[in-house]
């Protein structure tokens, strides 16, 4: 129930970031105080990665259907991740970092068959969303100078936190595969 909360909350807060900014922007047209235009661009951002990490997340879902093939190279670790894993520490923060909808990694509620489907498929969507983080960038060249700022480390910032979700799912998958494979020799 918490989660459903949750997921209604960020779409709703979603639309508050995009309407303020319209807002916003309208009160500076006719006011040409330069705060309404920080607003402006302040809540354009936030609206911006809110309604890309949600579109993305329900694009790659119309689409893939959680039906991914796991073993394809791409899903495979690599020889370097262990170890990389192991300096970055992930076994300590992982944890910490909330799900969109925990009910389908759990393992009380999934085969882990069809967990490691939709772990590849979560993967996907923060590739997918670590790469539309840098197009609010693109502003920089169109906007005055104090403002640049907000959008690179905006952009630094929403890819920095969906790559640690891709390097949290590449480092379970292979937990879950071993379960996997477990669970077949018995």
Aim: aromatic share 16%.
């Amino acid at each position: 129930m918490k989660d459903k909360v949750l997921r209604y909350f960020v779409h709703m807060f979603n639309a508050f970031c995009i309407i303020v900014s319209i807002i916003f922007f309208h009160i500076f047209s006719i006011s040409n105080n330069h705060i309404f235009y920080l607003l402006c661009v302040i809540f354009a951002i936030a609206g911006y990665h809110l309604f890309v990490h949600l579109s993305v997340g329900h694009l790659v879902n119309f689409i893939l259907k959680n039906d991914i093939d796991y073993n394809k190279k791409w899903f495979l670790e690599k020889h370097f991740e262990d170890g990389l894993y192991k300096k970055l520490r992930v076994k300590n923060w992982k944890d910490k970092i909330p799900t969109f909808y925990p009910d389908t990694f759990s393992l009380q509620n999934n085969a882990p068959d069809k967990i490691l489907k939709v772990m590849c498929q979560s993967e996907v969507v923060h590739i997918i969303i670590t790469i539309l983080s840098f197009v609010p960038i693109i502003y920089v060249f169109y906007i005055n100078l104090q403002y640049k700022c907000l959008f690179i480390i905006t952009s630094f910032m929403s890819a920095a936190f969906d790559t640690c979700l891709v390097i949290m799912q590449r480092y379970n998958r292979p937990r879950i595969k071993r379960m996997l494979e477990r669970k077949k020799k018995i």
